[in-house]
């Protein structure tokens, strides 16, 4: 290995100086740089033992990261994207209130109920590319619904 270049572990910490990754994230990020897979993962291992790197703890900045934007469904599909066992993510996600989620999220978008079928289909595709589930999609838009017809 030249002089110039960063070990293996300096790349490693580089990276998580910066933000949480994934445990799969961060082998991708090291693959290239390391001579052999075991490397990487004797690596990675002690990055575990040591603290420097936590699946969990990815799961809570993730969540925390992009809860407000997206609903528990993709924010699981992604976390299994980037390696992230059931148990942690359903840990993550405990606290994510989809309800109040999607209702904000409507509420920042469109700001008034459906006026017609049309509109009303592009809701609730809009709210369903966001991850949230026909339930909570149709609890907003009925809430929507009767806030209106409230006033």
Do not use: C
Not at 10 to 15: F, H, N, P, Q, S
């Amino acid at each position: 290995m030249a002089g110039t270049e960063k070990s293996l572990k300096a790349r490693a910490v580089d990276l998580l100086s910066r933000r949480e990754y994934s445990r799969l994230e961060l082998k991708r990020r090291l693959a290239p740089f390391a001579d052999s897979e075991a490397e990487v993962d004797a690596l990675l291992e002690q990055l575990a033992a040591d603290h420097w790197q936590s699946d969990s703890r990815f799961a809570e900045a993730f969540a925390n990261s992009r809860g407000q934007r997206y609903g528990s469904r993709r924010l699981a599909q992604e976390m299994r994207e980037r390696g992230i066992d059931r148990d942690t993510i359903q840990t993550a996600l405990a606290q994510q209130d989809d309800l109040a989620t999607a209702r904000a999220i409507w509420q920042r978008k469109f700001g008034r109920p459906p006026a017609d079928q049309q509109e009303r289909l592009k809701q609730i595709r809009f709210l369903a590319s966001r991850g949230f589930g026909m339930d909570i999609i149709q609890r907003v838009l009925r809430g929507a619904s009767r806030d209106i017809d409230d006033e």
